[in-house]
């Protein structure tokens, strides 16, 4: 409280600030701690498969996270989709098991070798968190519903997973388990705004259809590049010349 020039108290603006920013905090935080275990569970299964599949190489890594999202994914009741699409994405899923995993003629380790082959995977994960964080922020400070703030904050994590994981891994291969985990948060997205219109139909395969092209055209591209350079990893792009 302040006095003016005519001696009246004038009320400060200060203090409604931070209150503001602790309670979207607070507000974001209790839309997860409200989930029973067993449905935090349900939905960091998932999540936490693709987590591996960042931070793990190799294609046996690849194949089996990929399948575990493929077991995992009639959990995730926030896709809002019916059972035929369901189908789909676990078919989706098992056949990028298949291919992320599969032996190629390829070579098994980059070709070229650098001092700081550290700094881009050092770099992208940087930039993928800070990403998230911004994300998660802005999530947190809009008046939403506790379950639309957990499936909105869940989308854009597992999008987030899929940016990390091209930025990370850097097989061309492999960057079908990326494109999936991008399907899987659009599709939580798509899901999201069809329920909240009147008329819309609750589902469309177009995300998954997309999602399938994306992995179709990533394997496509591959294949090419191995056969063509002997590498499939996206780093020995920059050093061979076909």
Same mark, same amino acid.
């Given at each position: 409280?302040?006095?003016?020039?005519?001696?009246?108290?004038?009320?400060?603006?200060?203090?409604?600030?931070?209150?503001?920013?602790?309670?979207?905090?607070?507000?974001?935080?209790?839309? =997860?701690?409200?989930?029973?275990?067993?449905? *935090?569970?349900?939905?960091?299964?998932?999540?936490?498969? *693709?987590?591996?599949?960042?931070?793990?190489?190799?294609?046996? $890594?690849? @194949?089996?996270?990929?399948?575990?999202?493929?077991?995992?994914?009639?959990?995730?009741? /926030?896709?809002?989709?019916?059972?035929?699409?369901?189908?789909?994405?676990?078919? *989706? =899923?098992?056949?990028?098991? =298949?291919? %992320?995993?599969?032996?190629?003629?390829?070579?098994?380790?980059?070709?070229?070798?650098?001092?700081?082959?550290?700094?881009?995977?050092?770099?992208? #994960?940087?930039?993928?968190?800070?990403?998230?964080? *911004?994300?998660?922020?802005?999530?947190?400070?809009?008046?939403?519903?506790?379950?639309?703030?957990?499936? #909105?904050?869940?989308?854009?994590?597992?999008?987030?997973?899929?940016?990390?994981?091209? &930025?990370? @891994?850097?097989?061309?291969?492999?960057?079908?388990?990326?494109?999936? %985990?991008?399907?899987?948060?659009?599709?939580?997205?798509?899901?999201?705004?069809?329920?909240? /219109?009147?008329?819309? %139909?609750?589902?469309?395969?177009?995300?998954?259809?997309? $999602?399938?092209?994306?992995?179709? &055209? $990533?394997?496509?591209?591959?294949?090419? @590049?191995?056969?063509?350079?002997?590498? %499939? =990893?996206? $780093?020995?792009?920059?050093?061979?010349?076909?």
């Amino acid at each position: 409280m302040v006095r003016g020039g005519n001696g009246h108290p004038t009320p400060s603006l200060r203090p409604f600030r931070t209150p503001l920013r602790e309670e979207s905090r607070v507000h974001f935080i209790d839309a =997860w701690a409200s989930l029973p275990p067993l449905d *935090l569970v349900r939905l960091l299964l998932p999540a936490g498969f *693709l987590v591996l599949a960042v931070f793990l190489p190799g294609r046996g $890594t690849a @194949r089996l996270t990929a399948l575990g999202v493929a077991l995992c994914l009639p959990l995730v009741r /926030e896709l809002e989709v019916p059972p035929r699409l369901l189908v789909t994405w676990v078919l *989706l =899923w098992i056949a990028i098991a =298949w291919q %992320a995993g599969r032996v190629t003629a390829g070579a098994r380790r980059s070709l070229t070798t650098r001092l700081g082959g550290m700094e881009p995977g050092t770099v992208g #994960l940087l930039i993928g968190a800070a990403l998230l964080a *911004l994300l998660l922020a802005a999530v947190a400070r809009q008046d939403l519903a506790p379950e639309e703030t957990r499936r #909105l904050a869940y989308a854009l994590f597992l999008i987030d997973l899929g940016l990390l994981h091209l &930025m990370l @891994r850097r097989h061309a291969l492999r960057a079908a388990v990326a494109f999936g %985990a991008l399907g899987l948060g659009v599709q939580v997205l798509d899901g999201m705004a069809r329920a909240g /219109e009147m008329g819309v %139909a609750p589902s469309s395969p177009g995300v998954a259809l997309a $999602t399938a092209v994306a992995v179709a &055209m $990533t394997v496509r591209l591959a294949g090419s @590049r191995e056969r063509a350079a002997g590498t %499939a =990893w996206v $780093t020995d792009a920059h050093d061979l010349r076909d």
